[in-house]
């Protein structure tokens, strides 16, 4: 029945090693080979974990080994080939800019008059200039009679 097999499990649940221990040699086991048996299986689980450590080891550099290169060269690639054609063109096209805008009217700052050339200077507004500073040059100096 149940009960009693639920009856056999309580009492062998509630025994302390020793007890088990006297108890299976009763029933004819033989300790040394229980543990000789109970040495292998952890030894075979031990190996088959190792193996499949291995395995997977294995398979991981397999796959980095086969895997294709990563986008970021071509990118960098495309890039540098971009920036180059750029260069090229803006120097086959330089000339072309150049006497376009040697040929219209519009000065270009080289040749527009500056300071040194002669060309007044306009004056500085100044807020704190007083009835005496009028002058755009500045303050007169003091007369000495």
Known sequence: DASDGE???DKALAMNADE???ALEASGFEMGQIHARAEELRERMQRAAGEA???AAVADARKKA???PSNRGR???LVAAVAIAAVILAFLLFPRLA???ATTAV???STAPTASMG???PPIPSSTASTTDASPTGPKPPVIR
């Open 7 to 9: 009856e056999a499990a």
């Open 20 to 22: 088990r221990r006297k």
């Open 53 to 55: 450590a291995h395995k």
């Open 66 to 68: 086969l895997r294709t």
């Open 75 to 77: 990118v960098f690639l």
């Open 99 to 101: 006497t376009q805008e």
């Open 107 to 109: 000065p270009s700052a």
């Open 119 to 121: 060309a007044p200077t």
